[in-house]
């Protein structure tokens, strides 16, 4: 199956599950869910490599780990440690690459950003008296702006971009789930999140470009 064809069928089952949830068996609907996921996992299995086995591993193993936890995110915290297994090999692979410093600009808006998220979403769940939630949360909050820090390194726009809108995908939720409904929730996180996958898994043909130019 040639690439353009994959991206296709990923785009196509995405925009289903993200605008006719309604139309899916209850049965089906996590089923479907995945579906895109896996299709995402084959693009990046089979994306080129040249000189980058190691960042490809780690994004396959990342994204399978995401893959799992949108499964598993009907019983919370064991989803969310899924996920949060999955941003780790992220951080792996983009930290894996240092194709450039990250802007003291950039810097400063993810910690800003951080630290908002971390009072506001932590916060409302602490005074909920939800502990271990609260600090799972904060931990989230932490792993996910590594994330995006890291991506910058790599010097893939795929990667910084799909970084930076899994961060918003997350934030999101997390505001929609413990502070106060959103409109459009899950056309909004679903939207966000499997762009975000699309991209994170196109950014190994990206940086494979990229380490290629730079041995030349």
Request: net charge positive; with cysteine; glycine share 6%.
């Amino acid at each position: 199956m040639s690439k353009k064809i994959l991206i296709t069928f990923i785009i196509l089952f995405g925009l289903y599950y993200v605008f006719f949830l309604s139309h899916i068996a209850e049965s089906l609907i996590l089923i479907f869910k995945i579906i895109p996921m896996l299709l995402i996992i084959i693009l990046a299995a089979t994306s080129k490599n040249l000189g980058i086995k190691k960042y490809q591993l780690l994004i396959v193993t990342g994204l399978v780990f995401c893959m799992v936890g949108d499964y598993t995110l009907q019983w919370f915290l064991i989803g969310l440690t899924s996920f949060l297994i999955g941003h780790i090999f992220y951080i792996l692979a983009f930290s894996s690459t240092n194709e450039r410093q990250v802007p003291a600009w950039a810097k400063i808006v993810l910690l800003v950003y951080g630290a908002s998220m971390a009072v506001w979403i932590a916060g409302t769940v602490f005074s909920s008296g939800e502990v271990v939630l609260g600090i799972a949360v904060i931990a989230y909050i932490s792993v996910i702006l590594t994330m995006g820090w890291t991506a910058i390194r790599t010097g893939s726009t795929f990667a910084t971009i799909g970084a930076l809108l899994f961060i918003s995908s997350d934030s999101y939720l997390a505001i929609n789930k413990f502070v106060m409904p959103l409109p459009c929730s899950h056309e909004i996180i679903m939207l966000t999140y499997y762009s975000a996958q699309i991209l994170i898994a196109l950014s190994i043909s990206q940086y494979s470009e990229i380490r290629s130019k730079v041995l030349q």
